[in-house]
């Protein structure tokens, strides 16, 4: 039985990243962006980890990109979907153990007037919902949905990786 659950939530994940796979399959590094010579509609700046403490070498990676973009380009609309086990970290109930990546994220928002989600099928699927994020955490239905909207707005997407 929990072989059947197990393998259940894995194709329920593999079925909700479907929709990303189709229509935001192009992915942009910020060097690709900084060389066009005309601003894009907005970046979505999207980051998925196996990692718990992905955001804390994430978060620092997206301020930096978004210093840069926001240089070449002075009023690019930016968001920041995280949609991996990363996005845990911005709970209410870790908001003292993870107090950097909240104060980061904050900062975000205030700072550089960055939309930010956070995936709510996933958190879902941890018996969380939308009440357990603080109020300047968006919880998107679904992070690979989210993302998918920002491109069909003709955002580009960048996606952060540990190298």
């Known amino acids: 039985m929990l072989y059947m659950r197990s393998r259940f939530r894995w194709f329920l994940l593999v079925l909700c990243c479907l929709p990303i796979l189709a229509a935001g399959k192009e992915e942009y590094t910020l060097k690709n962006i900084l060389a066009l010579s005309e601003a894009p509609e907005g970046v979505v700046i999207e980051i ?41 970290a911005l709970t209410r109930k870790n908001q003292s153990t993870e107090s950097k990546e909240h104060q980061a994220v904050r900062s975000l928002l205030a700072d550089n007037h960055v939309q930010l989600h956070v995936c709510g099928t996933y958190a879902g699927w941890r018996g969380l919902n939308a009440e357990d994020f603080p109020d300047y955490v968006d919880v998107a239905a679904e992070g690979p949905a989210q993302i998918n909207d920002y491109v069909a707005l003709g955002y580009l997407r960048l996606v952060i990786r540990r190298h």
């Open 48 to 88: 998925v980890t196996k990692d718990d403490k992905g955001l804390s070498w994430a978060l620092p990676r997206s301020q930096s990109y978004i210093k840069q973009l926001r240089q070449r380009f002075k009023e690019l609309p930016i968001a920041i979907v995280t949609h991996g086990r990363e996005q845990f």
